[in-house]
């Protein structure tokens, strides 16, 4: 079975700078997909970013930025220019690639604060 | 598009009491998950449906816990009889198609037993 791991239970960052996520998973599966999602106050699981496994090169997408390193299993999250509407609960997740395997197993979180 | 739609948002009742929550996929979109929030156990999946069909319901806690789809626009969980250990958020998300596509999920129901 899949695992998702993320070690910083909380982190912070002052506006304007950036921060970075960790995230670790654990699997047998040669290809799979992997994904950010932020969950606001308001609880509303938002897409963050992806990564396919087989593609080499890291997503981006405006001020988030991913460095997927396949070999170490690692997949941390840069955040650039941090606003305070970034602050919410960072979740990494992992999704196989076949059929029968389309679920999201999610890591326990990171609560991001932004200090003005 | 609406997104998807859960009713109710917060539900509260006592224990022993059934509960069912609903969900309106996102039209078009084939695939359904229903996902619990805890703080003890995080996200996780309690079952999906491909087309209507079941695919992978070993998430489900237990026989009190059952999910149907009977069309494609609408799926429920229900809960009977209900305990204080099933309070969570419980999410609902759909998809379209397999691959990386992304999942939407909707705003979520809290649901509080007492």
């Known amino acids: 079975a899949q695992t998702v791991t993320q070690s910083q239970p909380e982190m912070s960052v002052q506006e304007a700078e950036t921060v970075t996520l960790s995230c670790t998973y654990d699997?047998?599966?040669?290809?799979?997909?992997l994904f950010w999602y932020k969950q606001p106050p308001s609880r509303q699981m938002i897409l963050v970013i992806r990564?396919?496994?087989?593609?080499?090169q890291n997503a981006t997408e405006n001020r988030f930025s991913v460095n997927f390193q396949k070999a170490a299993k690692s997949f941390s999250l840069k955040i650039s220019d941090s606003q305070l509407g970034d602050a919410a609960m960072y979740f990494c997740a992992y999704r196989g690639l076949n059929f029968g395997n389309e679920k999201l197993t999610f890591g326990t979180g990171t609560r991001l604060t932004i200090i003005p | 598009d609406a997104g998807v739609i859960q009713s109710p948002r917060h539900e509260v009742t006592e224990m022993g009491q059934e509960v069912t929550l609903r969900c309106k996929p996102i039209s078009g979109h084939d695939y359904l998950f229903w996902y619990r929030q805890t703080m003890m156990r995080g996200l996780e999946l309690l079952i999906y449906f491909n087309n209507n069909v079941p695919i992978d319901d070993s998430g489900m806690p237990e026989d009190r816990f059952s999910a149907k789809m009977p069309n494609a626009s609408f799926s429920t969980l229900k809960i009977q009889p209900s305990e204080p250990r099933d309070s969570a958020v419980y999410f609902c998300?759909?998809?379209?198609?397999?691959?990386?596509?992304?999942?939407?999920f909707g705003p979520g129901t809290r649901l509080t037993v007492t």
């Open positions: 699997t047998s599966e040669s290809d799979y997909y």
């Open positions: 990564q396919e496994a087989y593609k080499q």
């Open positions: 998300a759909s998809q379209r198609g397999t691959g990386g596509n992304e999942q939407y």
